[in-house]
C-alpha cells in the first residue's frame, strides 16, 4: 500500500514512502491536515521502510504545513534508515523525531 492513511489525528506513512509516490503522500497529507484546525497531530512512520531523501522532504513539508495550520506535529517511530538520513541532512533539529 502507498497511501496515506488517517486514523483520527494520527497519519501513517506507507512502507513505501519514497521518490515514486512522494507527491501522492504530500497531497493527501496536506488535505488532512487542513482538516484538523486546532488539534495536536501525530505522524506515525513506523511502516515506512523504503525511505530516501523525498521522505525527509515530506517530513519538513509536514512541519511547514503543522505551522501554517497551527498545529503541533509529533513525528514517531521513525526506523533506523529513516533516523540516518535525517541526520545526514542536519536537520534532526527541525524535525524532533521521537522514538
Do not use: W
Not at 7 to 13: D, R, V
Not at 61 to 73: D, G, T
Amino acid at each position: 500500500m502507498t497511501a496515506l492513511t488517517q486514523t483520527g489525528n494520527t497519519f501513517f506513512l506507507p512502507e513505501d514512502s519514497s521518490l515514486a509516490v512522494i507527491s501522492k503522500l504530500a497531497s493527501s497529507l496536506e488535505q488532512g491536515l487542513a482538516s484538523l484546525a486546532g488539534s495536536s497531530v501525530e505522524l506515525d512512520c513506523a511502516k515506512a521502510t523504503k525511505v530516501d531523501s523525498a521522505t525527509v522532504s515530506l517530513l519538513l513539508h509536514a512541519k511547514r504545513l503543522a505551522l501554517r495550520y497551527n498545529l503541533p506535529l509529533k513525528i514517531t517511530s521513525p526506523s533506523d534508515a529513516l533516523l540516518q538520513l535525517v541526520a545526514l541532512y542536519h536537520v534532526e533539529e527541525m524535525l524532533c523525531l521521537a522514538p
